[in-house]
């Protein structure tokens, strides 16, 4: 059997590119990195670094266990973080990892209700867009994901394991500039916006974007992508394009120079909190999702 600690170690000098550095990283000595790491390539039978000048490089051992101890370090820490949070029954923080609109949005009316209910409960907020923030579940930096999916998306091997509770399915507007001719129409249809310039957003939803638009029977005119809503909005209102936005973000956020358009597309996105089923049986786990499904329910 591996020891952790040396598997952490190794770890740290792949990371780190050398003994020396990974010794700085972790706070000892350059010898008990090369102590530890010549008694792991004992254990495993043979070399796992080759010196390549004044760098290493790894074996294929080492490649194959660098890859499978990732994971093996990964997955302790998820479990050690649940076993933590299960054993105590309750905590005093949960860590939200959530996309900007969502923490704008649904967040704070979950926490409002929530510091109403359990008044010593402290919520941590942390800003990233998926997949990057299941990164953060999957690394035990967070106890939930509040993340967004589009339906022609396979999200399965990001999620691999963790619960989903659906929050909402998100409608999208088209963001004109106030005189745009299309800004007094009730609806519009995808397939007519397929001359104008577009201003896009975050690389997954600009991905998500360009296939409904091909689909539509056009491709898009791209004149910047940006993931600030806010810059979005100002881009449309100086005239330098149009944009496809989720309704979610124009509950808390609208420019006085753009007027939002339902659309007619193929492009459904949906938001759901994420966790680890051992997770929710956690009390104020399960109290700050029930409140963010009774929120969203309300969007």
Known sequence: MIDTRQLEMFAAV??????????????CSQPAIS????????HVGGPL??????GLRLTEAGRILAERGKAVLDELAVTHQQVRAVAALDFGTVRICAF?????????????ALSKERPRLRLELIEKEPPDSFDLLRHAECELVIGFSYADEDEEEATAGMLRVPLLEDRLAL???????????????????AGERWIAGCPRCCGAFVRACERAGFTPDIACATDDN????????AGLGVALVPMLVLSFLRHGSVVAVPVESTIRRRTAVYTWPDLIRV?????????????????
Request: hydrophobic letters at 55%; proline letters at 6%; charged letters at 20%.
């Open 283 to 299: 009390p104020v786990v399960r109290a700050t999702i029930d409140a963010l499904v009774t929120v969203a329910h309300q969007a």
């Open 175 to 193: 963001l004109l500039p106030a005189g745009h001719p299309f800004a007094g129409r009730d609806r519009v249809d995808l397939a007519e916006m």
């Open 49 to 54: 670094f080759l010196r390549v000048g004044r």
């Open 230 to 237: 806010m810059a979005i909005q100002s881009l449309v209102a």
């Open 100 to 112: 900007p609109s969502a923490n704008a949005s649904i967040v704070p009316g979950a926490a409002a």
């Open 35 to 42: 102590q530890q790491m010549r008694a792991l390539e004992r």
């Open 14 to 27: 792949v990371r780190a590119g050398s003994f020396s550095a990974a010794a700085r990283e972790l706070n």
